[in-house]
């Protein structure tokens, strides 16, 4: 084996997203804790995935403990978490994959980052939607109470700021909808953006 | 959507594996620069990808320049270089794909922490071998020459070690056999893995 070839990926993009009937994205949830990113997201692989589809969810859930455990929750690791987030979910579209992260990623200038890190078209943003008061009677986790009872020092709309997308490439408010009704319009357009003519 | 459900993950390793007819895997080739990690890694992801399977190569090429772009080639920042690797070829694996990883990984260690931090049975460790000086005298990049000229710093093999597996699930000899046979030998045990009995 003395010749040893050049270095250059053989299956492209393109032929795996062929061979399994539609494109590689990155679907990007963003939203204040308990507006639904995780419900839908979780709701949205399994239609996907009963649909033919390859997707997959990117969460705290097998990031924290992870690719991402060296990380807290300082603004500076914040930004380095979604850092992380962007980079691989752009290598699970490569790989023909459609990433759902479901990340509360609070800053635009990260979010526009991750973005940016992949080639256009493959970045969805959508905003997920729900009130401050509305995420806070819900309160799941009971994190927000810990917020106000100043147990949590960086709680995302409590004390630490949210900025909603200006331009997202679709807005789903889930104090409206029901879950049913939001994972429906979620999947469509995941079906459009991947199935669709771009 | 008030009524949130609890955050679980629908789709399973094993549905994903079902459905396309092979489990996830990580094959983690590992050997001296020139050793022939980078050609096998292309020739055996076309060969799946051929044979109707899912794989992928994660390497330098896509990965020092996007996920591990703020890692440099100290110890310490090899290190994580390689724990990423590790944590990120995980989720490839949970994902159902056959993640082929291609990296020096010098050190057993890392490469211990990598098995590690996944399930049983998904890291293969495979030892592709060729002496110093066979690579040496292949040196496609001009690095070993580099090297011994004192313009790499810490250059495996040169003036920094490289630790070959003790227990490897697979050594491929690249000084004596061929590319076809290396990689027919390579194919055949991921094939032997990801859709033979376990």
């Given amino acids: 084996m003395s010749n040893l070839t050049p270095f250059i990926h053989q299956i492209t993009q393109a032929q795996r997203e062929q061979r399994q009937g539609h494109r590689g994205a990155v679907i990007w949830l963003t939203g204040l804790s308990a507006s639904g990113k995780s419900t839908l997201s979780m709701a949205v692989e399994k239609q996907l995935f009963d649909a033919g589809m390859n997707a997959y969810v990117l969460d705290g859930d097998n990031l924290r403990h992870g690719l991402n455990s060296d990380l807290g929750f300082s603004a500076a690791d914040r930004t380095e978490n979604i850092r992380r987030v962007g980079e691989l979910a752009a290598l699970f579209a490569e790989a023909g994959q459609i990433?759902?992260?479901?990340?509360?990623?609070?800053?635009?200038?990260?979010?526009?980052?991750?973005?940016?890190?992949?080639?256009?078209?493959?970045?969805?943003?959508?905003?997920?939607?729900?009130?401050?008061?509305?995420?806070?009677?819900?309160?799941?986790?009971?994190?927000?109470?810990?917020?106000?009872?100043?147990?949590?020092?960086?709680?995302?709309?409590?004390?630490?700021?949210?900025?909603?997308?200006?331009?997202?490439?679709?807005?789903?408010?889930?104090?409206?909808?029901?879950?049913?009704?939001?994972?429906?319009?979620?999947?469509?357009?995941?079906?459009?953006?991947?199935?669709?003519?771009?």
């Fill in 99 to 198: 990433c759902i992260t479901s990340f509360i990623s609070p800053f635009r200038v990260d979010r526009a980052s991750a973005r940016k890190c992949m080639a256009d078209g493959i970045f969805c943003e959508v905003y997920i939607n729900a009130s401050l008061a509305e995420c806070e009677s819900r309160d799941p986790k009971g994190i927000y109470r810990k917020a106000r009872a100043g147990l949590i020092p960086e709680m995302t709309g409590i004390n630490s700021p949210y900025e909603p997308p200006e331009a997202a490439e679709l807005v789903i408010n889930t104090a409206e909808l029901s879950i049913a009704a939001a994972s429906a319009t979620l999947f469509d357009f995941v079906v459009q953006r991947t199935r669709g003519a771009m």
